[in-house]
C-alpha cells in the first residue's frame, strides 16, 4: 500500500505557492526519494498526473516518490522552471526526515519536459546562475545523484530545424514559450545555454533514459544525442528504446518498465534499511 501527503507547499515565489505530493510507502523504515516532474511543454500538467499507473507503482517498490508542479512558460520563462526544480530538491533534503525520507541521496525523474528539467537539475549542480533563490532553503545542496529521463529534450534547436512544410502541418514547437521567443532560432545562443548537451560533462550523476522509437513530438534521436554526449564524457548512461511506443505511450508505465526504472533508483539511491 502506497500512502499520499498531497499538495505540500515546498516554495512560494512571485505570490504563486509551489506544491509537491508525496507517494510514501508503507513501512518504518526511511525509505530513499524520486523527485517526480510531469511533462506538458512545461504549458500545461500537474503533479497528479499518472498517480496510479506510475507513481504509486514506484513507490510500492520501496521508493518514496515527491511529484512536483512548477512554473509554466506563461508564468516566467527559463530558468525560473529549473529554480524550481532545485528548490525542491532541497525542500526535500531540509524536511525529508519528518516524513520518513532519506535524503542523504536523492534522485530525480522526469517525463517529456519534466525530463528536461530533471536532466538540466542534475547537469549544473555547480551552476550559481541555475541555482536561483527560489524557496527558504537555501543552505542545502540541489545536487541530484540519479537522473531517469524519459523521452524529454536534449537539443532546444532541434525542433527548430523544420522544413517549410513540415512548419505547416506541425503544431508549433513548444521550445520557444519556454525561453520567451517566438521561435528558438531567433535566439540559438540562449537555446544553446539552456540544451541540456550543453551541459554534460563526466561529473554528471548516473542516467537512466528511456524512448519511443514512434515518438512523433519528441524524436528518440533527442535521447540518443544526450545518451552519446554522456558516454563520451565518461558519464554513466543506460539508453533503453521501447518498440513501437509514442510520446507518453502506455509502454511505459507496463510492470516491466517501471520495475526496471525501480532497480536503477534502488541501485543508486540505496533501498530501505
Known amino acids: 500500500m ?17 506544491a509537491l505530493d508525496l507517494y510514501l510507502p508503507e513501512t518504518g523504515d526511511p525509505v530513499p526519494v524520486v523527485l517526480y516532474l510531469h511533462g506538458g511543454g512545461w504549458q500545461v500538467g500537474d503533479k497528479r498526473d499518472g498517480a496510479t499507473e506510475r507513481l504509486e507503482r514506484i513507490a510500492s517498490y520501496g521508493i518514496a516518490v515527491a511529484s512536483a508542479n512548477y512554473r509554466f512558460a506563461t508564468q516566467a520563462t527559463y530558468p525560473a522552471q529549473v529554480h524550481d526544480v532545485k528548490a525542491a530538491v532541497r525542500w526535500l533534503r531540509a524536511h525529508g526526515a519528518a516524513y520518513g525520507l532519506a535524503t542523504e541521496k536523492i534522485g ?51 525542433n527548430s530545424r523544420r522544413t517549410w512544410l513540415e512548419k505547416e502541418i ?22 544553446r545555454a539552456a540544451s541540456p548537451l550543453t ?49 507518453e505511450g502506455e509502454e511505459f508505465d507496463r510492470p516491466d518498465h517501471l520495475r526496471l526504472t525501480a532497480a536503477f533508483l534502488l541501485s543508486h539511491l540505496g533501498s530501505a534499511a
Open 2 to 18: 502506497t500512502r499520499i501527503q498531497p499538495d505540500i507547499e515546498y516554495a512560494t515565489v512571485d505570490g504563486t505557492s509551489l
Open 108 to 158: 530525480v525523474w522526469g517525463a517529456s519536459a519534466g525530463a528536461y528539467l530533471a536532466t538540466m537539475a542534475g547537469l549544473t549542480a555547480k551552476n550559481a546562475e541555475l541555482e536561483g533563490t527560489v524557496g527558504d532553503d537555501l543552505d542545502q545542496s540541489s545536487h541530484v545523484d540519479a537522473v531517469v529521463h524519459w523521452f524529454g529534450q536534449s537539443d532546444l534547436l532541434a
Open 170 to 191: 506541425l503544431n508549433p514547437p513548444f521550445e520557444g514559450p519556454l525561453l520567451g521567443l517566438a521561435d528558438v532560432s531567433q535566439n540559438p545562443a540562449a537555446a
Open 199 to 247: 551541459w554534460v560533462g563526466a561529473d554528471a550523476p548516473p542516467f537512466l533514459i528511456a524512448h519511443g522509437d514512434r515518438d512523433r513530438i519528441t524524436p528518440s534521436s533527442e535521447s540518443l544525442a544526450l545518451h552519446d554526449a554522456l558516454v563520451r564524457a565518461g558519464a554513466e548512461s543506460t539508453m533503453i528504446l521501447l518498440g513501437g511506443a509514442g510520446h
